[in-house]
Structures are given as C-alpha cells and as structure tokens.
Nanobody, 115 residues
Framework: QVELVESGGGLVQTGGSLRLSCAAS????????MVWYRQAPGKQREWVAT???????NYAASVKGRSTISRDNAKNTMYLQLNKMKPEDTAVYLC?????????WGQGTQVTVSS
C-alpha cells in the first residue's frame, strides 16, 4: 500500500508561481512512476506530467515550458513547479503513483488562479 498526500495549493494571481508537493509513504520502494493530474470543475481529469524512477519526465502541452516535475527520493516527495500561471490552470491537482503492487491516488490540492 502507498499513501499520497498533496500540499502547496492555494490562490495565486495570473503570472504567478506555485510549487506543489506530493509526499509518499508506505511501500514507496515499489513505486515505478509518479504522475500529476488535474481536474477542473465540470471537466475531465487531465494528465499534467510524469516522472519515472530513472528521472525521465514528460509534460502535457498545456504546461510544457512553464512547469517542472521533480522528485526528492530521500524525502519520498514529488514536486510540481508551476510558473506563469493562467486562469485555466485552476483545478484540483492530484498525485498518482504507479507501483509494482497497485496504482494509488492522493486526495488532491486546490489551485486557483485569479485573473
């Protein structure tokens, strides 16, 4: 079992920045990849970025070039740095882990970008 807890969300103005965190606990050694998703009100869940155990990263076109996904393995924590934020970035941001014994979701952290 893996537990995921997101933090770092909040209210930010257009053009501002936030760093989201996802702290993992439990069978963290079984995690192969960690992913950020987001879900805006009335919209489907959207993939944002992925980081694998070898450090490979991928980004959705909507955030590429203004976001960075990273991991601190010593702290069992994943981060998402969001810059030049836009109102359309407003969503609940969720952490997702793919492990050898299952797939796990966090509860999410709310990000609101004011125009």
């Amino acid at each position: 079992q893996v537990e995921l807890v997101e933090s770092g969300g909040g209210l930010v103005q257009t053009g501002g920045s936030l760093r989201l965190s996802c702290a993992a606990s439990g069978r963290v050694f079984s995690i192969n990849a960690m992913v950020w998703y987001r879900q805006a009100p009335g919209k489907q869940r959207e993939w944002v970025a992925t980081i694998t155990n070898d450090g490979s990263t991928n980004y959705a076109a909507s955030v590429k070039g203004r976001s960075t996904i990273s991991r601190d393995n010593a702290k069992n924590t994943m981060y998402l740095q969001l810059n030049k934020m836009k109102p359309e970035d407003t969503a609940v941001y969720l952490c997702y882990a793919v492990s050898s014994d299952g797939k796990y979701w966090g509860q999410g952290t709310q990000v609101t970008v004011s125009s």
